[in-house]
């Protein structure tokens, strides 16, 4: 018998149907993949990284790390794999997108609540339910979505960087380092590729000119209507940024502040990083280089940056059409559908950005989804903290402005205290973490086991 239908083995799905499972539920998770392709995963494994292999800051006093360490506290299993599987990189937590996607495939499989139904969900189930298709939503089911919800869907377009064999890197131009030397070590964390001035206006134009990939079938439909707007602020393709000024990438993902390079003991014009993006340190990825160019183009203009004048590509980047629901109109905090209060819905659908926003977002439907079940009030977390402040964003934003939301300080209530720029952050995360502690019961009851509360 089941008791629970999880809809995609994403980042949220995986982890809500672990919680749920972890809770006593018989879950029936379903995946579609490798049945039928999304036309950007790879492989079939569940919780598999499309775009970067970072989770984002680890620093407990940035946004992205107070969002971790509040899912670290509610006992999130995905992020004990990212943990496992993490490679050097600076203050940020990456993974191996391969052994990271394997630890989660491994622990779901052999989980004795959890069936994995290796088939399309077409249609919205009639019985209690987590949605946690991601942004690449199947058409059937996002059709099915759209009759519940009244037809309004939202959508934007994500872009992915690409992946290069670390053999073809010249490292007599490229060199490694983090940002001020942060948490690196003795070799540095990053690649790093140098810009003088002429050389990154050189860059700037030839991406500003490139030619773009033209937009897959499925997307035709909304062709018309796709510019810059339409771009999840948060992850522009890299020719996009270069379209609003010459200068506008050496102050975005190219920006050279805490850097030097050794060659001339200073300051590069701009930088491109390069993350490692496998444990054997083979690949690494282009850090936020994002793009919409064609093929031979991202050869042609990515041989231009110093260093990268012989790379070999082991993935192009490339978009796609994102997916997600009006939240505003038709969820609550809980993540409970405003129609249906067995019927959860969480992950990137939702409108939550980031790999962690994905995790945590299906963390909370899950413990959700069980204590509803089990006759028990879902939980609403406070807004002061960073889960909390995301799920309030996305059920409370003004729907006519929405767009997806990365975990940010901006989001959470103002402090009562005033504290300088610097210890902001702090504050802000001694007060999140000291709120969830007074609802950490609630959300651990009957799992089983002892989570570590230290910070």
């Not at 970067?52 to 971790?68: F, H, I, Q, T, V």
């Not at 210890?423 to 989570?451: F, I, P, Q, S, W």
Request: proline share 5%.
């Amino acid at each position: 018998m089941t008791d629970l239908i999880v809809i995609g083995g994403g980042l949220a799905g995986s982890e809500a149907a672990w919680q749920a499972a972890e809770r006593g539920l018989k879950v029936r998770l379903y995946e579609m993949r490798p049945g039928l392709q999304t036309g950007a995963h790879q492989t079939h494994d569940l919780a598999e990284l499309v775009c970067s292999n970072s989770l984002g800051s680890n620093l407990p006093d940035r946004a992205s790390g107070l969002l971790k360490n509040e899912t670290r506290l509610l006992g999130s299993m995905l992020l004990e794999c990212a943990e496992e599987a993490a490679l050097p990189a600076g203050g940020a937590l990456a993974v191996d997108r391969e052994l990271f996607a394997r630890l989660v495939t491994e622990r779901i499989e052999n989980h004795p609540n959890i069936e994995i139904a290796r088939e399309e969900a077409r249609t919205v189930p009639d019985a209690p339910a987590i949605i946690a298709s991601g942004p690449l939503t199947s058409p059937a089911l996002s059709d099915s979505i759209a009759k519940l919800s009244g037809g309004e869907h939202l959508f934007f377009f994500d872009a992915i960087a690409p992946v290069i064999h670390a053999d073809s890197i010249n490292m007599e131009i490229a060199f490694r380092a983090s940002r001020y030397g942060a948490g690196e070590q003795e070799a540095g964390d990053y690649i790093n590729c140098p810009f003088t001035k002429e050389e990154y206006y050189a860059f700037a134009d030839a991406l500003r000119h490139a030619e773009r990939i033209e937009l897959r079938a499925f997307e035709e439909a909304i062709k018309s209507g796709v510019k810059a707007g339409h771009f999840f602020e948060g992850c522009l393709p890299v020719e996009i940024i270069a379209e609003r000024g010459l200068d506008s990438l050496a102050f975005g993902p190219m920006r050279p502040v805490g850097l030097r390079d050794p060659r001339t003991g200073k300051r590069p014009y701009a930088v491109v990083q390069l993350r490692q993006d496998n444990l054997a340190g083979s690949l690494y990825n282009m850090v936020g280089f994002q793009t919409n160019l064609k093929f031979p183009e991202q050869k042609r203009v990515f041989r231009m940056i110093p260093g990268l004048e012989n790379a070999e590509f082991m993935r192009y980047g490339q978009m796609h059409r994102n997916t997600f629901i009006a939240s505003p109109k038709l969820l609550r905090p809980t993540l409970q559908s405003i129609q249906r209060e067995d019927l959860f819905f969480a992950g990137q659908i939702t409108g939550v950005e980031g790999y962690m926003g994905n995790i945590a977002t299906g963390l909370l439907a899950g413990v959700n989804a069980a204590r509803l079940l089990r006759g028990e009030e879902p939980i609403t977390l406070p807004r002061t903290t960073m889960l909390g402040a995301l799920c309030h964003y996305v059920t409370h934003a003004d729907l006519k402005d929405f767009q997806p939301m990365k975990a940010n300080f901006g989001i959470l209530p103002p402090l009562n205290a005033k504290v300088n720029k610097r210890e902001r952050g702090r504050a802000y995360a001694e007060r999140a973490l000291a709120d969830l502690l007074g609802c950490k019961n609630l959300l651990l009851h009957n799992t089983g086991k002892l989570v570590d509360s230290t910070i």
